[in-house]
Every structure is written in C-alpha cells, then in structure tokens.
C-alpha cells in the first residue's frame, strides 16, 4: 500500500512563504497526475494545484502568481510554493496522487496524503 508522506506546513504571517514537500513511501515507478488540494474549516475540499509527468501545470485562481507546483519525476516528489501567503490560505493541504504505476500494474484510484496545517496570522 503506497502513502504519501507531506511536509512543510506550519504557522506564517501574512506576506510570508511556505514550502510543501510530499513523497511516497512504498513501490511506486510511475506517477501520472500530482496535486495539492486544501480544506479549510466548514468548507469543501478544493484543488489548489496539479502538475502532470511531463510538467503541465494547473492552478486555482485564488493562487496564481503567488503558488508554484513542481515535481522531482527522479524523486516521485511533489513540492508547493506558497508565496504572499493570506489568512484565507489558512487549511489543512492535502498532497494527492491521481494515477501511479508500481512497474508491474497501473493503479487508478486517488492516493491522499495524511494532510499538513497551514496556519496564515492577519
């Protein structure tokens, strides 16, 4: 059973920047789609940003300019960096996995991190 294991979250001021960091633990060769989704409190998961194998990346309004998605393919990693940070990024960031080959089959169903707080101070 693959994990993905997150770092990286913690409590920042306004204006200031974060680093997510996510890996799997376990037998993966190949990973198709990762992204990072985030919850904040009475609200619904939401996609945050993907990126595909070959680099194409994806963002949601609320961070472009101020979020950059990159993958280690080397690595199977996933990082998020989070600059000019708000209060509203305030949430638990979920790294995901959408797609992933352990060299042997192809395993579609989504792969979640355990999820990391981020906790933005106005």
């Known amino acids: 059973q693959v994990q993905l294991v997150e770092s990286g979250g913690g409590l920042v001021q306004a204006g200031g920047s974060l680093r997510l960091s996510c890996a799997p633990s376990g037998s993966i060769f190949r990973i198709n789609l990762m992204g990072w989704y985030r919850q904040a409190p009475g609200k619904q998961r939401e996609l945050v940003a993907s990126i595909t194998r070959g680099g194409s990346t994806n963002y949601a309004d609320s961070v472009k300019g101020r979020f950059t998605i990159s993958r280690d393919n080397a690595r199977n990693a996933v990082h998020l960096q989070m600059n000019s940070l708000k209060p509203e990024d305030t949430a638990v960031y979920y790294c995901?996995?959408?797609?992933?080959?352990?060299?042997?089959?192809?395993?579609?169903?989504?792969?979640w991190g355990q999820g990391t707080l981020v906790t933005v101070s106005s």
């Open positions: 995901n996995v959408d797609g992933y080959s352990d060299g042997v089959n192809y395993y579609t169903a989504p792969v």
